[in-house]
């Protein structure tokens, strides 16, 4: 098991920026993928940005260019550092590990709300 626990979101207004964190505890494997992902209400969960314990990062498209995704292996710890955020950022961000080899686990946090306020 993988424990995630997500901290940092909050109400912001559009221009501005957030840091969000998430701390992985448990049976951590070294090889394995973190990211961020969120869920605007009556959307799907979507991908913002990923990064590998090896530090291979991958962002989508409406990410690109304003979010930094950054780990810290030591600690188990991924941020997700967001600039220029606008009032479509708004969303239930989620927090997952996956394992990267078999046999493959993914677990996710509890989420943490962000506000971009227009």
């Known amino acids: 098991q993988v424990r995630l626990v997500e901290s940092g979101g909050g109400l912001v207004q559009a221009g501005g920026s957030l840091r969000l964190s998430c701390a992985a505890s448990?049976?951590?494997?070294?090889?394995?993928?973190m990211g961020w992902y969120r869920q605007a209400p009556g959307k799907q969960r979507e991908l913002v940005a990923t990064i590998t314990s090896g530090g291979t990062t991958n962002y989508a498209d409406s990410a690109e260019g304003r979010f930094t995704i950054s780990r810290d292996n030591p600690k188990n710890t991924i941020y997700l550092q967001m600039n220029s955020l606008k009032p479509e950022d708004t969303a239930v961000y989620y927090c997952?590990?996956?394992?990267?080899?078999?046999?493959?686990?993914?677990?996710w946090g509890q989420g943490t709300q962000v506000t971009v306020s227009s």
């Open positions: 997952n590990w996956r394992r990267r080899v078999a046999p493959v686990s993914s677990f």
């Open positions: 448990g049976s951590i494997f070294s090889n394995n993928v």
